[in-house]
């Protein structure tokens, strides 16, 4: 599967969440078993861990690897992830091929993980509000996303394909509903949190 993905800064974050909670809020109405969210958008903290070869192997050549541990905030819930991101298939965006399963001990994980030669490159921490919906035919999760280390709040709207053919096509869906949220497409950027937390973490 191909994460097809958009990423942009956001100016007004109140009120993109409360016409991102319509959305929800349509969506759950429709189909509330198959979409399976909140409407007032699932509040998480995450805590990456992004892990590479000693040489910096997967991030020269574009790929992720990352050990994702979520708290639910509304729940309690816990969960581990562990994600493969391969190179961009699409350079504008940054759209990648992705894998990713769930873990039951997130502990184990990471000894596997260094067992096999990888190591930790950096830790990133997040707090996040997602909104699960439908739009174009497609079913797409907005995440409003803070960066503890990093100024304003950004926004990624994700859908997946299955063929890197309809990436420019769930690409531009992507974007009417950025519009549609009053993102501009000057506001739209590709820069990892990685790289901006590296930055920051410099200064």
């Known amino acids: 599967m191909i994460e097809a993905e958009l990423k942009a800064r956001v100016h007004a974050p109140?009120?993109?969440?409360?016409?991102?909670?319509?959305?929800?809020?349509?969506?759950?109405?429709?189909?509330?078993?198959?979409?399976?969210?909140?409407?007032?958008?699932?509040?998480?903290?995450?805590?990456?861990?992004y892990y590479d070869r000693p040489d910096g192997g997967l991030r020269a050549r574009d790929e992720e690897l990352r050990l994702r541990f979520v708290v639910d905030r509304g729940t309690g819930d816990r969960r581990t992830l562990l994600t493969f991101k391969g190179a961009a298939v699409d350079e504008?965006?940054?759209?990648?091929?992705?894998?990713?399963?769930?873990?039951?001990?997130?502990?184990?994980?990471?000894?596997?993980?260094?067992?096999?030669?990888?190591?930790?490159?950096?830790?990133?921490?997040?707090?996040?509000?997602?909104?699960?919906?439908?739009?174009?035919?497609?079913?797409?999760l907005a995440t409003l996303v803070r960066v503890p280390e990093l100024e304003g709040t950004?926004?990624?709207?994700?859908?997946?394909v299955?063929?890197?053919?309809?990436?420019?096509?769930?690409?531009?869906?992507?974007?009417?509903?950025?519009?549609?949220?009053g993102i501009a497409p000057e506001d739209l950027t590709r820069e990892l949190y990685t790289d901006a937390v590296r930055a920051a973490r410099r200064m």
Do not use: W
């Open 154 to 160: 950004f926004l990624e709207i994700e859908t997946m």
């Open 92 to 140: 504008a965006s940054g759209s990648k091929p992705e894998f990713e399963t769930r873990l039951e001990d997130s502990q184990a994980a990471h000894a596997i993980l260094e067992h096999l030669g990888y190591v930790p490159a950096i830790v990133v921490k997040k707090r996040c509000r997602s909104y699960a919906f439908e739009a174009y035919g497609r079913r797409m």
């Open 14 to 49: 109140e009120a993109v969440a409360r016409a991102l909670s319509e959305r929800a809020l349509n969506a759950r109405a429709l189909s509330e078993r198959a979409l399976g969210d909140r409407a007032e958008g699932r509040v998480e903290t995450y805590q990456d861990t």
């Open 162 to 181: 299955e063929e890197e053919t309809d990436v420019t096509a769930a690409l531009g869906a992507i974007r009417t509903v950025l519009a549609e949220l």
